[in-house]
């Protein structure tokens, strides 16, 4: 099996541009996605390590799946980047060496490993990432002030729902909400541990819906939300009754969404209106 390294230079403040040896750089969005993509297709017996952010992950797992080897090819992250949520929900270094299957969110030909976030959750990250670019401010400390900016903005935005469910129900909605998440691990924005109950290996994603509240009441919510006890894992549903009527809560297996604005995905915002969103159960090899 061939060994390859991929790094992001803009990672992590540049930490990755310290690394020695042999490597492939990345050059600019999408570049990771090509060149895992050539590679693959070239011989797709390849362990990928991934020195970056949730995106450059996010990169490497679509150019694997580009090439449809998902069955072949390994990869591994390095967390590198300023939220690094997506390692979060793998099994630690006890377990070294090992291969998991990893299941992945696939959107509009977009796939990645961790969640897909629209509404509050999504405008939060890209006010993070204007303070990033403007006042040079990383890690969580941007995703707090873009909880701080999105909070003072109008609320809400009118979604249309259609989920399959784990039993094959579906459930359908249509209002105004606060946020949407589809989640496949556990944590986003680098300190919010939103989906506790998630596993990416089994076959199931969640959705955590929030509906439109005054602003008070949502203070109250999003500490809960932000420490991952909105939802008891245990039995997989909304903790507190008081909360019951504003948050909807689903395991599923896909789901269709319209009226959105953007769609952050592993850290990434999209432009999108629309999206088509599933679970590819065990799709990519995962090594420890």
Known sequence: MREIIIYNPAAGSGKTQKLTGVAYRTTSNGD??????????????????VYGGD?????????IMDANAG???????????????TV???PQKEFDGQTIKVDLISYNEHYGINMLNIGFDCNVV???SRFKRKWNISGNLSYILGVVTEFFKPFGEDFTIDAVCENGEHYKFSGSCLLCAVCNGQWCGGSF?????????????ELMLVKKMSRLKFLNLIGKYKKGTLVDKN?????????????IYKRIKSLKISGCKQICFDGEIDDCTSADITIIPGAIKYRL
């Open 71 to 85: 069955s072949i090819a390994e990869i591994t992250a390095e967390p590198y980047g300023s939220g690094n949520d």
């Open 55 to 63: 995106g450059t992950l996010n990169e490497a797992v679509s150019g």
């Open 32 to 49: 990771c996605r090509r060149f895992v993509r050539e590679e693959c297709q070239q011989d797709p017996d390849i362990h990928f390590t």
């Open 193 to 205: 541990h939103n989906s506790p109950a998630s596993d990416i290996s089994d076959g199931v994603l």
């Open 88 to 90: 979060k929900s793998i």
């Open 126 to 128: 890209a006010s993070a």
């Open 235 to 247: 039995t997989k549903k909304v903790a507190f009754p008081k909360y019951e009527e504003y948050v």
